[in-house]
């Protein structure tokens, strides 16, 4: 088969690329590639078993049209400041404009004309100075919040309307490999996940953009094809959930609190990401069978609880230089502590140097939302220096609000990013292999559904200006 463009993955990086190239009136023939199924095939049977089945051949919640986008929250952040390195690839303000751009195509397909975090202005600015005090960094961020039930049909929207404007869409094909003569990609080597048969598709132009589900794959092809790389971030962290009555008022005042610490000894990086107010924590199975903690958020319903992700960046170089592989590990100790399912445990416990115990779970005014985790000590498996990280941030956090570091408090392990890879491209996304295109969480740029989107939306510009 011979195509024009072909995307892998139809996450929002891939899908922007496509929507911008419809728009633009490109007649360049489209093919995207996607190993999971269609927004209205994706289901996750936790709501009715109320624990993980480990749904084979991929996990529902990470993989499909839309990516993870799906089964988030929905969060899109409005500042060029958040979400990643893109703007040090393509310019602050070219960032910030494209942003407005995409922001603009997501209520066009149905999303939420309100936009949380900025009104208030002197509430945030109380929030700043006790950040400031705690010795922390507050991002203000403009949050659109699209709900989980709404991104769903947000996106659902979408994928008839790339379809109906002709892009074609081949579902459960995963990319096995990528085509190369010499220094040129001449398309990609796809995989049936339901009869095995293999295919060879050829294009004038490859993106890939696989998401962070995709990260460890797209950096082995890499190091493979000696495509130009360099290894990149990894965050190891927990999510944390209190009530709501704790985050009542940065939840009001600002939907989303973005804070940045260097807590000491060591000073790595800490930052606070994917705030739910009244959400739920939820669990993410990757191919491995590792199974990693996230959390969303609804629009209508809501729980008596707000969780958080605190996330401690590492970054390796010499002699070691394998990130991805580095935070699996820390995961796979996790899973083997909870016996394949997520680790909680109370910031008091851990404080005292004991477990957490299902009874003192029972008796606690913070009731785990994610029904099957664990209790257990996650101490035993967290790297000591992100463990001292983490502990040092969540007292920090306690000055800015009140009560988030109370004996109850709950911290569910692991939260691990694989976005590390981070590829080396122009300002126009060509790698040094002729033809191929990488954007989005696995190309290590971005971080978040509106970046990717706005990586999309260039790409797609880029490649209608060839007609």
Known sequence: ??????????????????????????????????????????????????????????????????????????????????????????????????????????????????????????????????????GLKLVDCPIRHMGTEKAQNIYYAIEQYLLSNGVEIRFGEECQDLILEGNECKGVRIKNARTGKEEEIFA???????????????????????????PGTVDIGVRVEVRNEIMEKVNEVLYESKLIGYPKPFKNKVRTFCQNPGGFVSQENYDNDLAVV????????????????????HNFSYPFNQPISYAQKVGELTNMLGTGHILVQRFGDILDGKRTWEKELAQSNVKPT???????????????????????????????????????????????????????????????????????????WTRGLMMASVMGVLMGRKLSEEE
């Open 1 to 134: 088969m011979k195509k024009d463009i072909v995307i892998v993955g139809a996450g929002p990086a891939g899908i922007f690329t496509a929507i911008e190239m419809i728009k633009k009136g490109s007649k360049k023939s489209i093919l995207i590639v996607e190993k999971g199924q269609s927004v209205e095939n994706r289901h996750c049977p936790k709501d009715k078993t109320q624990k993980c089945v480990s749904c084979k051949p991929y996990c529902h919640i990470t993989t499909g049209f839309s990516g993870a986008g799906a089964f988030s929250d929905g969060k899109l952040s409005l500042c060029y400041e958040v979400g990643g390195d893109l703007p040090s690839l393509i310019g602050e303000a070219k960032a910030q404009e494209t942003i407005d751009y995409a922001d603009k195509i997501y209520l066009e397909f149905g999303a939420d004309e309100h936009i949380e975090g900025i009104s208030n202005s002197e509430e945030v600015k109380k929030i700043r100075i006790k950040a400031i005090q705690a």
């Open 204 to 230: 004038d132009h490859t993106v890939v953009a696989t998401g962070r589900r995709g990260a460890e794959w797209l950096e082995q092809i890499c190091a493979e094809y000696g495509i130009a790389h360099q």
């Open 294 to 313: 996230n959390g969303h958020s609804y629009k209508e319903l809501k729980s008596n609880n707000t969780n958080l992700a605190i996330l401690c960046s």
């Open 370 to 444: 994610l029904p099957d985790a664990v209790a257990g000590d996650i101490t035993a498996a967290m790297p000591y220096r992100a463990m001292t990280n983490i502990i040092g941030f969540i007292k920090a956090m306690d000055h800015v609000v009140e009560g988030f570091a109370s004996y109850e408090t709950l911290l569910y392990s692991p939260e691990l990013k694989f976005y590390s890879n981070r590829v080396k491209m122009d300002s126009d996304f060509n790698t040094s292999v002729k033809g191929l295109h990488c954007l989005g969480d696995s190309s290590g």
